[in-house]
């Protein structure tokens, strides 16, 4: 069970829109609509922000949605604000009850 | 809004056991699947497990045979223990709400608790 591929750092202007890509196997991100995404600023504890690869919570900004194609899934991130200066992890479910992340991306706004 | 806060000792001996409860407030034990999740200081986030208090957890194939998950439903919380640790297993350990019970599959962690930073160290 390996970790999830994802870009080491995505960077973009405010304003812009940005996408972070996610990468499975046909064992896992492929295999199962069961993606989500997670948010987390520095020293706080991660925050879900989508959900079966493109749900939001309640509450979450419709900025964010989610996409998925063959084993890769993706976040884009519209209209890119100071706020959303963040760490990004991926997760998928992976088969027999169990569950991988993402190396995680650093999106820097510019 | 189901809130939780992970406790326990911030070091731990190389080769004894880590011992960590998420107390539960907001919401049932019995209600949910909660979840362990951690992360290396500066590394990415790695799923540790899952339960629903009736049922057998679910593991990490890559910790399974060193991890326990276990509720206590009288004090509406749960615990996990982590045996022989080594350095590879300081990390920032969260505990998180799965969703309602029953689901087929848990589609994601949500209501994180702060975590709390257990360093292995002799």
């Known amino acids: 069970q390996s970790a999830l591929t994802q870009p080491a750092s995505v960077s973009g202007s405010p304003g812009q829109s940005i996408t972070i890509s996610c990468t499975g196997t046909?064992?896992?991100?492929?295999?199962?609509?069961?993606v989500s995404w997670y948010q987390q600023h520095p020293g706080k504890a991660p925050k879900l922000i989508i959900y079966e690869v493109n749900n939001r919570p309640s509450g979450i900004s419709n900025s964010f949605s989610g996409s998925k194609s063959g084993n890769t899934a993706s976040l884009t991130i519209s209209g890119l604000q100071p706020e959303d200066e963040a760490d990004y992890y991926c997760c998928s479910f992976a088969g027999s009850s169990t569950y991988v992340f993402g190396t995680g991306t650093k999106v820097t706004v510019l | 809004q189901v809130q939780l806060q992970e406790s326990g000792p911030g070091l731990v001996k190389p080769s004894e056991t880590l011992s960590l409860t998420c107390a539960v407030s907001g919401g049932s034990i019995s209600t949910y699947y909660w979840a362990w999740m951690r992360q290396p200081p500066g590394k990415g986030l790695e799923w540790i497990g899952y339960f629903y208090y009736r049922e057998t957890p679910r593991y990490n194939p890559s910790l399974r045979s060193r991890v326990t998950i276990s509720a206590d439903t009288s004090n509406n919380r749960f615990s996990l223990k982590l045996a022989s640790v080594t350095a590879a297993d300081t990390a920032v350990y969260y505990c998180a709400n799965a969703g309602p019970y029953p689901q087929y599959w848990l589609t994601y962690f949500d209501h994180w608790g702060q975590g709390i930073l257990v360093t292995v160290s002799s």
């Open positions: 046909s064992s896992d991100v492929g295999n199962y609509n069961l």
